[in-house]
């Protein structure tokens, strides 16, 4: 399953086997055919589950994921920051949010109150963490692209400064002038 953020929800094409009735009606036996389905979990809420066979409104809706589907590249996994891995979380937290479909510190810091609250005590709290969190993780990023930009353009400098002096006569010194010609 994969994190929609800008939805709120997690994600997941699949395919699956269903009964074609004319074809089974047709050979006598039960013919099974391949067709895409689709997974929506609500992160927060671990009985709001929606599986269905993918329809064109499922493509629209998530057109990234569907491509992804269509080429085989489906089936990445979570993507985002994982839950065990930001230590602001013990191991309990970490098992009752991933069986509320909590898997990122994305999907925590997105939860809406409703979902919040549906996952316990202490939630609310996680989630304002987990929003500084991502806000100083975004910080820290500006903060290390600035300075790989300012070690780039020193070099730059520093090579231009060097090209400029190769190019340039040497002053002289004092002393007399030279004589004219």
Not at 108 to 133: F, I
Request: no cysteine; hydrophobic share 40%.
């Amino acid at each position: 399953m994969e994190f929609v953020p800008d939805q709120g929800v997690n994600v997941e094409f699949y395919r699956d086997s269903v009964e074609s009735q004319y074809q089974s009606l047709q050979a006598g036996h039960p013919v099974y055919v391949e067709k895409p389905f689709i997974r929506i979990a609500i992160p927060g809420s671990q009985n709001t589950i929606i599986e269905t066979r993918a329809d064109e409104t499922h493509q629209k809706r998530f057109p990234d994921l569907w491509r992804r589907f269509q080429q085989g590249q489906s089936g990445e996994g979570i993507t985002g920051w994982k839950l065990e891995e930001w230590p602001q979380v013990n191991t309990a937290q970490v098992k009752t949010l991933k069986y509320m479909n909590v898997h990122t510190v994305e999907m925590l810091a997105g939860l809406s109150d409703t979902a919040a609250q549906s996952v316990g005590m202490g939630v609310t709290e996680l989630r304002a963490k987990a929003k500084a969190a991502l806000a100083a993780a975004a910080g820290t990023a500006g903060i290390e692209a600035q300075a790989v930009t300012t070690k780039r353009l020193e070099d730059e400098i520093a090579a231009l400064r060097a090209q400029l002096s190769a190019s340039v006569e040497p002053a002289r010194g004092p002393g007399r002038p030279r004589k004219a010609e």
